[in-house]
């Protein structure tokens, strides 16, 4: 049968409740597991994949999207190449983890891919071709129409002050 230790923390007391400053100066946690990546007591471990902490609660496929140029398919093509289950993250083991870890590093993500993202923008800028162009001026760059909807690059709408017709001029 397994015990569990208790670890005790003191707290202050300004940070207690006028009723349980009497009572105690101190609160006990149950002691954190040795080793595993599970949570026990306090301690709470994030897998760190391709530089991203990925969340312990969800499942694999969901938890490998939070790795930027990670979607939902090249997620599941993954664990397809792996043959892995569909599990919890947290439920993985230190292999399984690893093996993940240099799956994940055969594809270009994160820093790389913003890196080569941009560098191909600049390029476009540089030729002055029309997509650089549409790049450089904030304006939509696949054929989108820009008379009713793309506020989101314009910015907000500027208004522009109507002309004085001639004859109320001359007045």
């Known amino acids: ?6 670890v005790s923390v003191p707290i202050s007391p300004s940070s207690l409740s006028l009723s349980t400053r009497s009572r ?3 609160v006990s946690f149950p002691a954190p597991k040795k080793g595993g990546i599970g949570h026990g007591g306090l301690r709470i471990e994030c897998i760190r994949i391709g530089g991203v902490e990925i969340p312990n609660h969800k499942r694999v496929e969901y ?10 398919t090249r997620s599941r093509q993954i664990l397809l190449d792996l043959n892995f289950d ?6 993985l083991s230190e292999e399984e983890v690893i093996t993940l870890r240099k799956e994940v590093g055969k594809y270009m993500i994160e ?3 913003k890196r080569f993202n941009r560098v191909a ?16 001026l904030g304006l939509p760059v696949r054929g989108q129409r820009t008379k009713n909807n793309c506020r989101t690059l314009k910015g907000k709408r500027a208004s522009v002050a109507k002309k004085k ?3 109320s001029q001359e007045e």
Do not use: F, V, W
């Not at 049968?1 to 208790?6: N, R």
């Not at 938890?63 to 939902?72: K, P, T």
């Open 63 to 72: 938890s490998l999207q939070y790795i930027h140029g990670i979607g939902r």
């Open 165 to 167: 017709s001639p004859a």
């Open 86 to 91: 569909n599990k919890i993250t947290k439920d």
């Open 1 to 6: 049968m397994a015990t569990l230790s208790m």
């Open 111 to 113: 820093g790389d891919l």
């Open 24 to 26: 105690s100066s101190s």
């Open 121 to 136: 923008i600049e390029r476009l800028k540089e030729i002055r071709c029309y997509r650089g162009i549409r790049h450089k």
